[in-house]
């Protein structure tokens, strides 16, 4: 019965994964977990007790995994342990939302369930006889090697010639992850792949605290400057009033002047572990999640060029070194962490503050949570506008308009807060800018779609909002370069633009500097812009204006031309 219960997220897998359902597929999905649990108790044979307590922890997290695997319809692989390891509790708790305590009494009921198994064979004296457990360990490699030989050929079949997956020099690649994949034995395997890559993350940042730009300002224009980088969460651009959404979720934003939407912009990637980074630095965005880079973010380049840098956010810094984001926040002179106070609205009290208390020229972030799950409680009641919402209908609503509302709310709560940041930065006598950019999209459910959240790939989860608002004396400063973003606004640009617009909104060059990745420069030129629906496989990376869109919730995929060959997307 444990073994069986162990197999749970392979069948899970089988049933809700995005592969190709062949008979051969199913068949080494099934077989090489259920081999390596035959010849694991056989080996252990002589201690049946002690082969059920060392799967304790696995039990347990069965409940887990199958949740995340229908969700994600994708098996843990180490990006995934990577966003875990990123994760605070409060985030947690929202991935698992209205089934947090149902999983949690399943995962205890699953642990438990093998600690009793292990009690029950060491008070019976339960072992399996010598002669027996060597032959059921040579039948389970006998297995073993049968269903991996089996999925091999599937995974040849199954692509298109030419391209890396029926390359026989990945075979061997091919044939390992048929048993990472699997549950539970593939945990440990992608464990130690994920270790020796946060290994390399932290030589990464140990090099970066030495990485310079030699950054220079273009120009002075003798009056001192504010720059603010606003970094959304989980927002939609099809739910801006201010991009064309009929409700009004922006009356703020679309009272002011001096604003320019940028209404063409796509993050590579669905969550913010990956869209955050992509915005701030120069990693190029066909590199993996888990891949190291050495280069300092943009606050590290204004640093250097001389702005007094902050960070302020409202998510949670979940460990210093951990968090890819957390380390790019570090290398603002001042870092606050205002996660504790609730709302976004602690974001524009802080920069107030910080405007009051400071004289010379400022870069400030400030980090949303957004519309972040659970939508609810992102908004104060007061902007409880479009109803009625979740919280009305109870935990288990799952009334698409009612999360609908929810989500709007949050949009609308979000234009007030850039509203609060820009009145502040229109009463001071500075050059002043803001530019607002969400990390990644969302999906929503609908009719034909109900899967919510972020992370599996749809098609609403890249499209995102990206605003600049300029002051008069901005404009009197700098003509050129608002009327060169005007003239860029609906571009098909991409999250991979921002860091070199960033540096020219501020008036920051450097060596190396690539001035058509700037939207503010007229040497901007549109680039593919590659993006990773399946974030998981760090290789899996496909031109989002070469896509195709699957059927119910829209997963977006690599499109196939019809001469049967896939285009490789390219920087």
């Not at 390596?36 to 252990?44: E, N, Q, R, S, T």
């Not at 990577?82 to 149902?102: H, I, K, M, S, Y």
């Amino acid at each position: 019965m444990l073994a069986l219960l162990l197999m749970v997220p392979d069948v899970v897998l089988v049933v809700a994964g995005t592969h190709a359902r062949s008979l051969t597929w199913i068949t080494a999905s099934l077989g090489v977990p259920a081999a390596l649990l035959l010849g694991y108790f056989a080996v252990l044979g002589r201690r049946p007790w002690l082969a059920c307590m060392l799967m304790v922890p696995f039990a347990a997290l069965v409940p887990v995994v199958a949740f995340y695997i229908v969700r994600y319809r994708t098996p843990i692989t180490e990006s995934v342990l990577g966003t875990v390891a990123a994760t605070n509790p409060t985030e947690a708790a929202d991935f698992l939302g209205q089934w947090l305590w149902a999983i949690l009494a399943l995962s205890l009921g699953a642990g438990a369930s093998a600690g009793i198994a292990g009690w029950l064979s060491a008070r019976s004296h339960l072992h399996w006889v010598t002669s027996r457990r060597v032959d059921t360990v040579l039948i389970a490699l006998a297995l073993v090697t049968m269903t991996t030989v089996f999925g091999l050929q599937v995974v040849a079949e199954e692509s298109p010639p030419g391209t890396d997956s029926a390359r026989s020099g990945d075979m061997d690649q091919r044939t390992f992850r048929i048993v990472q994949d699997s549950y539970p034995f593939g945990i440990p395997i992608t464990l130690g792949n994920w270790w020796h890559d946060d290994i390399r993350l932290h030589a990464a940042t140990a090099r970066r605290r030495n990485f310079r730009f030699h950054a220079r300002r273009t120009a002075r224009p003798g009056r001192r400057q504010i720059y603010v980088l606003v970094i959304g969460e989980s927002s939609r651009t099809d739910h801006w009033q201010l991009f064309g959404y009929g409700r009004p979720t922006n009356p703020e934003l679309t009272s002011l002047t001096h604003l320019i939407p940028v209404r063409n912009m796509v993050s590579p990637w669905p969550m913010s572990i990956g869209g955050v980074p992509a915005m701030l630095t120069r990693k190029p965005p066909q590199q993996a999640l888990t891949s190291a880079f050495a280069e300092r973010s943009i606050v590290g380049l204004l640093r250097e060029a001389g702005f007094d840098t902050w960070w302020l956010s409202n998510q949670s810094p979940s460990g210093e070194w951990n968090s890819p984001i957390t380390v790019y926040a570090n290398e603002a002179r001042h870092v606050q962490w205002l996660h504790l106070q609730k709302y976004d609205s602690s974001l524009p009290e802080g920069l107030a503050q910080v405007v009051r208390e400071s004289h010379g020229d400022l870069f400030v972030v400030l980090h949303m949570i957004g519309s972040h799950g659970n939508y609810d409680t992102r908004y104060p009641r007061a902007f409880k506008y479009f109803v009625p919402t979740v919280q009305d209908g109870g935990v288990f609503d799952t009334n698409y308009r009612h999360v609908t509302n929810s989500y709007d709310n949050t949009i609308r709560y979000t234009d007030h807060v850039l509203g609060s940041v820009i009145k502040i930065l229109q009463h001071t006598d500075a050059i002043t800018a803001l530019w607002y950019q969400s990390d990644h999209g969302e999906t929503l459910p609908t009719a034909s779609c109900s899967a919510t959240d972020h992370g599996h790939g749809f098609r609403y989860e890249f499209p995102v909002p990206a605003v600049f608002w300029y002051s008069d004396a901005y404009s009197q400063a700098f003509p050129q370069k608002v009327a060169t973003l005007r003239a860029h606004a609906g571009q098909p640009a991409t999250s991979a633009d921002t860091f070199a617009t960033l540096a020219d909104m501020a008036g920051v060059d450097f060596p190396g500097h690539v001035e058509s990745r700037s939207l503010f420069s007229p040497a901007w030129r549109y680039q593919p812009r590659l993006i990773h629906p399946q974030w998981q496989d760090g290789n899996a990376v496909i031109n989002y204006d070469d896509a195709d869109l699957g059927n119910g919730c829209e997963l977006v995929r690599e499109r196939i031309h019809p001469a049967g060959v896939r285009r490789r997307s390219q920087a």
